[in-house]
Nanobody, 122 residues
Framework: EVQLVESGGGLVQAGGSLRLSCAAS????????IGWFRQAPGREREGVSCISSSGGTIHYADSVKGRFTISRDNAKNTVYLQMNSLKPEDTALYYC???????????????WGQGTQVTVSS
């Protein structure tokens, strides 16, 4: 059974940091690109960051560039999203997803986790 399980969300003050983890199982993790997406109430899902299967290609949304860092450990089947200098507008449900192809588009992703809530207070 394919599973993606996010963890690390929580409540943090503006300017603080969180590290999200996405633990994968049930598929050949090293063959898949992983993306982080987020959705705030009343807003469309948006891409935050994505990383290729090897980790050699990375993309960040302009809104998080310079503050967030994505990384992966293929030996542990895990992807991380280090989030620094958090802002209230980063508040959302954060999802990780897996795709056989490197893509910035959520429609290209095959497997999804249930999400982890990030709330940033002002």
């Amino acid at each position: 059974e394919v599973q993606l399980v996010e963890s690390g969300g929580g409540l943090v003050q503006a300017g603080g940091s969180l590290r999200l983890s996405c633990a994968a199982s049930g598929f050949t993790f090293a063959d898949y690109a992983i993306g982080w997406f987020r959705q705030a109430p009343g807003r469309e899902r948006e891409g935050v960051s994505c990383i290729s299967s090897s980790g050699g290609t990375i993309h960040y949304a302009d809104s998080v560039k310079g503050r967030f860092t994505i990384s992966r450990d293929n030996a542990k089947n895990t992807v991380y999203l280090q989030m620094n200098s958090l802002k209230p507008e980063d508040t959302a449900l954060y999802y990780c997803a897996a795709s056989q192809y490197y893509s910035r588009l959520y429609g290209d992703y095959d497997y999804w986790g249930q999400g982890t809530q990030v709330t940033v207070s002002s």
